[in-house]
T-cell receptor, first 116, second 113 residues
């Protein structure tokens, strides 16, 4: 039973290019969360998605960033026209649906984005 | 969700117990205390959680005070591989909606030989 799969592990983009980060949740998990971790800083919540729905995007920058979780396939975090300040580790987590006290919150290994 | 306060760093000798404190004085009755850790450059890892009773699993023990305003994570026999940043998070349930975890700065635990 594979865990949360993120790819690529490392991504290098030139300023102005687009970055696409993919996250495949654990089997049976229908909730996906994206976090960003800037160098030497803590984890910052970005967005929470369920299949075909954005539930909470309060942590997403207003411009250039978007996320989706289609009915089929992985969740995608897209960053358009990347700038050096976007260089960070991006982590995805997934969880089960429902009202349990513990949603099986499992994190992937992250994608390290470097903008040159 | 309630705010938490943790010391920024702690040291622990290998083989000894590591006791990591967390203050959550504004916690409300339906909020749980969760602990995660992040070993350098890896994704965060769930450790343990609890509501008001003490909890123990194969990784750690969680002691929650009677008034629930603070808690302590105990790693009974710390090893070098326990060196990590430990996050204490308080969160209420969001029925049928899931819910985000908000990470603070955590405690950087260094286990030394």
């Amino acid at each position: 039973n594979a865990g949360v799969m993120q790819n690529p592990r490392h991504l290098v983009r030139r300023r102005g290019q687009e970055a696409r980060l993919r996250c495949s949740p654990m089997k049976g998990h229908s909730h996906v969360y994206w976090y960003r971790q800037l160098p030497e800083e803590g984890l910052k919540f970005m967005v929470y998605l369920q299949k075909e729905n954005i539930i909470d995007e309060s942590g997403m920058p207003k411009e250039r960033f978007s996320a989706e979780f289609p009915k089929e396939g992985p969740s995608i975090l897209r960053i358009q026209q990347v700038v050096r300040g976007d260089s960070a580790a991006y982590f995805c987590a997934s969880s089960l649906p429902g009202d349990s006290e513990f949603y099986g919150y499992t994190f992937g290994s992250g994608t390290r984005l470097t903008v040159v | 969700d309630a705010k938490t306060t943790q010391p920024p760093s702690m040291d622990c000798a290998e083989g000894r117990a590591a006791n990591l404190p967390c203050n959550h004085s504004t916690i409300s009755g339906n909020e749980y205390v969760y602990w995660y850790r992040q070993i350098h450059s890896q994704g965060p890892q769930y450790i343990i959680h609890g509501l008001k009773n003490n909890e123990t699993n194969e990784m750690a023990s969680l002691i929650i005070t009677e008034d629930r305003k603070s808690s302590t994570l105990i790693l009974p026999h710390a090893t070098l591989r326990d060196t990590a940043v430990y996050y204490c998070i308080v969160r209420g349930l969001s029925y049928n909606q899931g819910g985000k975890l908000i990470f603070g700065q955590g405690t950087e635990l260094s286990v030394k030989p």
